[in-house]
């Protein structure tokens, strides 16, 4: 599979691949983290394939990620090609408070330790990892502008905030003429559209791009995974230890979700995977989907989802499966209760274009 087309990132100049190279298993080889010949490999089938977008934190596997990432791009003579995006939030220092969240402090701290570790003199997106529920808006967002005044970092992006909290800073910094944010990474899938609500609709107000985690529901959509035996590469999540990642997923509406995606897979003729991926692709919003591989034959199959052609009644069918209760005030935006506002008549919202 090759990928030829690009997409900007939200509002900005950045152009990026439709599917991001996520590098949270790039390790040591322990436990279900790639070792260094394994993660090379991933990495040289997607810059082969012809992505250009890579994403690591400072968190994942101790900093090991970033050491690899930054190994690899500069093996390959790949750093103005590649759009390098990393993170920063989470305490590496027990004892220290001063060495995690979203203080000014603490992103100093870890922009000039992910810098090294990456062996390079810039980041191209710098994400701001999770909501730490006591930094100011306007301290963060400040803190980031001068970061690319001073050419370290080029774009910023959340992850894992608030809607409310991200359209403060954002408004903040559009008013004050700093650095806006440029993307939000947020979890969604077919089974986790909960971003619908608020998330989404921000993101294209204000032009920001949506970089999607955790697509495939930690495997949980690749099908492998169902209730009750099917053939016998199919896993029993009944036999499942507790405490796996599927713990969360496992619902009689998302096992519906799974059985539901399974029936388009067969119908369709693409692996269960490949169809969760290419309904996130297509999704409204949706910029660049983050995969996360462990072995490279993992990461060609999910390659492989963008040409994977859903057709419409299908598309229709994992819509319905998969649709969340839309709850309190959101039923008030609904076509019916719109509809009683505008006096019978036919009103429609002027986009550009």
């Known amino acids: 599979m090759k990928i030829d087309s690009f997409v900007t990132l939200g509002r900005s100049g950045l152009k990026v691949s439709p599917l991001c190279l996520g590098a949270m298993t790039f390790g040591d080889g322990s436990g279900p983290n790639a070792d260094e010949a394994r993660s090379r490999a991933i990495f040289d089938m997607y810059v082969e394939s012809g992505g250009n977008f890579v994403d690591t934190a400072d968190g994942y596997t101790g900093g090991i990620s970033e050491q690899l990432v930054g190994k690899f791009i500069n093996d390959t003579k790949s750093r103005d090609k590649i759009v390098l995006a990393t993170k920063f939030t989470f305490n590496q220092s027990p004892g220290n408070p001063n060495a995690g969240g979203n203080g000014r402090k603490n992103i100093h701290r870890a922009v000039e330790a992910s810098l090294r570790r990456l062996n390079t003199d810039y980041i191209d997106l710098y994400w701001l990892h999770a909501w730490d529920t006591m930094t100011p808006a306007e301290e963060v967002m400040s803190t980031i502008d001068a970061l690319v005044r001073d050419g370290k970092v080029r774009y910023f992006g959340m992850s894992d905030i608030p809607a409310w909290y991200a359209a403060r800073a954002h408004t903040i910094a559009e008013l004050r003429g700093w650095e806006k944010i440029s ?59 507790a405490g796996t990642p599927f713990a969360r997923f496992d619902t009689p509406r998302n096992r519906e979700v799974v059985e539901v995606l399974v029936q388009v897979a067969a119908e369709i003729g693409r692996p269960p995977a490949e169809v969760a991926l290419k309904w996130l692709i297509d999704r409204p919003g949706v910029t660049s989907t983050i995969l996360g591989a462990s072995r490279a034959d993992q990461l060609a199959s999910n390659l492989a989802s963008l040409e994977v052609e859903i057709p419409v009644e299908l598309r229709a069918r994992l819509d319905e499966a998969s649709a969340i209760v839309p709850g309190n005030p959101y039923r008030f935006f609904e076509p019916f209760l719109q509809g009683m506002m505008r006096g019978g008549t036919d009103v429609r919202k002027w986009t550009p274009g």
Do not use: V
């Open 183 to 241: 993307a939000f990474q947020l979890e969604y899938s077919l089974i986790e559209r909960s971003i619908e609500r608020e998330h989404i609709p921000l993101a294209q107000e204000l032009g920001i791009g949506l970089c999607p985690w955790s697509p495939l529901a930690s495997g949980f959509l690749t099908g492998k995974y169902r209730r009750a035996a099917q053939d016998g590469e199919t896993r029993r999540l009944d036999l499942m230890p």
